[in-house]
Structure formats: structure tokens, C-alpha cells
């Protein structure tokens, strides 16, 4: 596994390839999120893709204790120091935790809030709806197609660390961020476990994911 280096952007992380230094892309540019930053472990390839399918599609004991831990180390690479008043994973939809019997970004955020001593908030936001499949949008189409379906249900306040597995377009985390923005988040900060890359063989196994 290859953690996440520069060159990469400094709002979402996105990898670039190559060498050279790190510099904004086009999307933040043209259209900043609503958190502040994005940090993955690393690029959504390799061992690191494998490790998450894994656990998240084949429920592999195994990786739980390595996916978790990787969370982890990614929280004290970004953060260390920082003081969060709550950490919160995307939510699943209802049907999602009925068929795969547990939310593994809610799983990932339990450790980081272990790690961080900060409130584990799972309930904080919801997915209202479902989401429409993903897989052949481009950015535009995959922030129309979750447009609406994250809202808050408790409040937050201060700087909020939001907990993902894969960030792929960025529609959910945008989406997520702005739920908890409304719920009083003053800032929030986004830890994914993989960040897909811009071109490489984890965009095809990306989009099954989402």
C-alpha cells in the first residue's frame, strides 16, 4: 500500500501523477466544497482498493483491524494536535445497513474518534433518501443525483471531522460537509481511507463501489 503523497490537492486530495508540488484542480477552483480539507490514507489501488472491497463487500474479518487502523494513522499523519468536537460518518441508507449489516464508514469514524478523544457522533446526519446508482456520471451528475439526500439530525458545532471509505467525485463528502455546515459546524475536515485517483486501473472498481 502507497500512502497519499504530493503532488495531491490541497482541498480534496486528488492524486495527481507525476512529481511536483501540489496545487489546486480545476473542480475546488471552480467550485470549493464545503469542508475545508479532504485526507485519505492513500490512492484507491492496489492492496489498499482490495482491502477495502474486502471488508466492505465480502465482510472479511480480517480487514476490519487493518482498515480501522489505517484510519488511524491518517487521522495523527493530518491531524495531529487538532481538536475536533465531534467526529461523524457518511451515513448509510436503512437499506444499505439491512444488506450489508453494518456502515463501514461508521466503523472507521468509532476508531478515529477512539484515537482523537473526540465524540463519536453517528447519528449526526442521515440519508434521507437512496441514491440513484452512480456508476457512469460524471462530477455534475453525481452532486445532482445525492443532491438533498444528506441532512443533519442532531447539532454540531465547532470543527468536525467527517469519516468516509472511498472518495471518489467527492459529491457525497461535498454533500455531507454542507449537511454539517447547516447543522452548526463551523469547519469540517474529511478523512477517507482512499482517494481515487485522476487516471489509473481504481476508477473502473471506484465507480462499482459508488
Given at each position: 500500500?502507497?500512502?497519499?503523497?504530493?503532488?495531491?490537492?490541497?482541498?480534496?486530495?486528488?492524486?495527481?501523477?507525476?512529481?511536483?508540488?501540489?496545487?489546486?484542480?480545476?473542480?475546488?477552483?471552480?467550485?470549493?466544497?464545503?469542508?475545508?480539507?479532504?485526507?485519505?490514507?492513500?490512492?484507491?489501488q492496489g492492496a489498499l482498493l482490495e482491502a477495502v472491497?474486502?471488508?466492505?463487500?465480502?465482510?472479511?474479518?480480517?480487514?476490519?483491524?487493518?482498515?480501522?487502523?489505517?484510519?488511524?494513522?491518517?487521522?495523527?499523519?493530518?491531524?495531529?494536535?487538532?481538536?475536533?468536537?465531534?467526529?461523524?460518518?457518511?451515513?448509510?441508507?436503512?437499506?444499505?445497513?439491512?444488506?450489508?449489516?453494518?456502515?463501514?464508514?461508521?466503523?472507521?469514524?468509532?476508531?478515529?474518534?477512539?484515537?482523537?478523544?473526540?465524540?463519536?457522533?453517528?447519528?449526526?446526519?442521515?440519508?434521507?433518501?437512496?441514491?440513484?446508482?452512480?456508476?457512469?456520471?460524471?462530477?455534475?451528475?453525481?452532486a445532482a443525483a445525492v443532491k438533498g439526500a444528506y441532512?443533519?439530525?442532531?447539532?454540531?458545532?465547532?470543527?468536525?471531522?467527517?469519516?468516509?471509505?472511498?472518495?471518489?467525485?467527492?459529491?457525497?463528502?461535498?454533500?455531507?460537509?454542507?449537511?454539517?455546515?447547516?447543522?452548526?459546524?463551523?469547519?469540517?475536515?474529511?478523512?477517507?481511507?482512499?482517494?481515487?485517483?485522476?487516471h489509473g486501473p481504481s476508477r473502473a472498481a471506484a465507480?462499482?463501489?459508488?
Amino acid at each position: 500500500m502507497q500512502p497519499l503523497a504530493e503532488p495531491f490537492c490541497p482541498s480534496c486530495a486528488v492524486p495527481y501523477p507525476g512529481a511536483g508540488p501540489s496545487h489546486p484542480c480545476p473542480r475546488c477552483r471552480a467550485d470549493p466544497p464545503a469542508f475545508f480539507e479532504l485526507r485519505a490514507w492513500g490512492p484507491y489501488q492496489g492492496a489498499l482498493l482490495e482491502a477495502v472491497r474486502r471488508w466492505k463487500f465480502g465482510r472479511d474479518p480480517c480487514m476490519r483491524a487493518a482498515v480501522e487502523a489505517l484510519a488511524r494513522e491518517a487521522l495523527v499523519r493530518f491531524w495531529s494536535g487538532v481538536t475536533f468536537g465531534a467526529v461523524v460518518p457518511v451515513p448509510c441508507h436503512p437499506s444499505t445497513l439491512r444488506r450489508r449489516g453494518a456502515g463501514l464508514p461508521a466503523l472507521l469514524a468509532r476508531a478515529v474518534a477512539r484515537e482523537a478523544g473526540a465524540p463519536w457522533r453517528p447519528t449526526a446526519l442521515e440519508k434521507a433518501r437512496a441514491v440513484p446508482e452512480l456508476v457512469g456520471l460524471d462530477a455534475q451528475g453525481r452532486a445532482a443525483a445525492v443532491k438533498g439526500a444528506y441532512r443533519p439530525r442532531e447539532p454540531l458545532d465547532g470543527t468536525v471531522l467527517l469519516v468516509d471509505d472511498v472518495a471518489t467525485s467527492t459529491a457525497t463528502a461535498r454533500a455531507c460537509a454542507e449537511a454539517c455546515r447547516e447543522a452548526g459546524a463551523l469547519r469540517v475536515c474529511v478523512l477517507a481511507l482512499a482517494r481515487t485517483p485522476l487516471h489509473g486501473p481504481s476508477r473502473a472498481a471506484a465507480e462499482e463501489v459508488f
